[in-house]
């Protein structure tokens, strides 16, 4: 009876250990008591470093744990970060946080920018094609921009995990040439090197960089976004957004754009695109967190603090700002399935 008893024993402790490290292993890591926050190449750079260090001390205030910040220069290496669990929060783009969601499907999104009405219903940024100013003429048909034109040019993309600087102009170049038997059959692996369509094609690795692409005369058309430049360009011409706007870059802008600073480019096509999202990933931030941060990103406090939405007239560089009503709201996974049907058109 004894010797029963003991292998019982020692049976439900060996059970209860298996247990033990399903649980601890589940996810492959562990809750710890330190944040992560992986960084596009876009926000990594030194003029971003206020944003990023007060969005920093207000999570580990409400969570009361260290935050460390992740910088990057390349886009796969940001969306490989968050998918191998060594980022508990990452901010990407639409494109990316699909990526990363295919790649581990505990990464969810807890909460996005709103636009100027403090909802989802205008929550967008635009998507440029641009070209330089002095040769725009170049660029059109009839008088008007025409994609027909970019043709044979050299081509400047950001990261082809790019929603705004890839995913979205490529889908629209794509859809204009299929129509053409020249390019019949035309895919998006064509588009991402010199050949059917394009002459060279360069990517930046940032928004910022492709727009350097184009100003410092490397690429002829350059695909980049609004919100990645705004803290470099002003309007020299025409209404924000809109096709045929020419902008300059500020006398004083930081790097990249202080090589190229009074250049001028114009917007040949402007396309609206999905904001970006701030992405958790759960295995390793964990519901705790993930329900204070949702609460914490969506408060008033957040939405009221002008260091994290930096008022629009201040002329501050920020990654968000305040010109209405922005602030962040709740988002789910489903939200995003526009861009993810870009990949099935």
Not at 306 to 333: H, Y
């Amino acid at each position: 009876m004894k010797q029963r008893w003991s292998l019982l024993a020692m049976l439900l402790v060996f059970t209860i250990g298996l247990a033990a490290c399903s649980e601890s292993s589940a996810g492959g890591t562990e809750v710890d008591d330190v944040i992560d926050i992986v960084w596009y190449p876009n926000e990594s750079g030194s003029d971003m470093k206020s944003s990023r260090d007060e969005i920093g001390n207000v999570i580990a205030e409400a969570t009361g744990k260290d935050v460390e910040h992740h910088l990057t220069t390349d886009y796969a290496v940001a969306i490989e970060t968050i998918i191998n669990d060594n980022a508990d929060l990452a901010f990407m783009g639409a494109q990316g946080y699909i990526e990363a969601k295919n790649g581990n499907d505990a990464i969810v999104p807890l909460a996005v920018p709103s636009g100027a009405s403090g909802t989802l219903d205008d929550a967008v940024y635009h998507s440029w094609l641009a070209v330089n100013v002095d040769e725009q003429d170049d660029y059109k048909i009839d008088g008007e921009f025409s994609l027909d034109t970019i043709a044979d040019k050299r081509f400047s993309f950001v990261s082809n995990s790019s929603t705004s600087g890839f995913k979205v102009p490529s889908s629209s170049i794509l859809a204009h040439f299929a129509q053409q038997d020249e390019y019949a059959g035309l895919a998006e692996e064509d588009l991402m090197e010199g050949g059917p369509l394009f002459s060279q094609v360069l990517f930046g690795g940032s928004h910022q960089g492709s727009a350097v692409n184009l100003l410092n005369g490397n690429a002829d058309v350059a695909a980049f976004c609004d919100t990645c430049v705004e803290n470099y360009v002003e309007v020299a011409e025409g209404d924000v957004n809109t096709v045929g706007a020419v902008y300059k870059v500020k006398g004083d802008a930081a790097e990249p754009f202080n090589t190229v600073t009074g250049s001028e480019f114009t917007l040949m096509s402007v396309t609206p695109v999905l904001n970006a999202p701030f992405a958790a990933n759960m295995d390793v931030l964990g519901q705790e967190d993930f329900d204070t941060l949702k609460e914490l990103f969506t408060s008033d406090e957040i939405a009221d603090n002008q260091k994290i939405f930096v008022p629009e007239d201040s002329g501050e560089a920020g990654l968000f700002f305040k010109s209405d009503n922005e602030r962040f709201v709740e988002v789910e996974d489903s939200w995003f399935d526009p861009i993810r049907e870009l990949s099935d058109e």
